[in-house]
C-alpha cells in the first residue's frame, strides 16, 4: 500500500506560479512512475506530468514549457512546479503513483487560476 497526501493548491492570477508536492508513505518497492494527473468539472481525468525513478520526465502537450515535474527520494516526494499558469489549468490536481501494476492516488488538491 502506498498512502499520498498533496499540498499547494490555491487560487492564482493567470500568469502566476504554484508549486504542488505529494509525499508518499508506505512501502516504495516497486514504485516505477510518479505523476500529476488533473480534472476539470464535467471532464476526464487527465495526464499532467510523470516521472520514473530513473528520471525520465512525461508532459501534456499543453503544459510543456510551463511546467516542471521533480522528484525528492530522501522525502519520497514528488513536485509540479506550475508558471505562467492559465485559466484552462484550473481543475482539481491528483498525484498518482504506478507501484508494480497497481495506481494509487492522492485526495486531490485544487488549482484556480483566474483570469
Known amino acids: 500500500q502506498v498512502q499520498l497526501v498533496e499540498s499547494g493548491g490555491g487560487l492564482v492570477q493567470a500568469g502566476g506560479s504554484l508549486r504542488l508536492s505529494c509525499t508518499a508513505s508506505?512501502?516504495?518497492?516497486?514504485?516505477?512512475?510518479m505523476g500529476w494527473y488533473r480534472q476539470a468539472p464535467g471532464k476526464q481525468r487527465d495526464l499532467v506530468a510523470t516521472?520514473?525513478?530513473?528520471?525520465?520526465?512525461n508532459y501534456a502537450d499543453s503544459v510543456k514549457g510551463r511546467f516542471t515535474i521533480s522528484r525528492d527520494i530522501t522525502k519520497n516526494t514528488v513536485y509540479l512546479q506550475m508558471n505562467s499558469l492559465k485559466p484552462e489549468d484550473t481543475a482539481v490536481y491528483y498525484c498518482?503513483?504506478?507501484?508494480?501494476?497497481?495506481?494509487?492516488w492522492g485526495q486531490g488538491t485544487q488549482v484556480t487560476v483566474s483570469s
Open positions: 516521472i520514473t525513478i530513473g528520471d525520465s520526465t
Open positions: 498518482n503513483v504506478l507501484k508494480w501494476q497497481y495506481n494509487y
Open positions: 508506505g512501502s516504495m518497492l516497486g514504485i516505477r512512475t
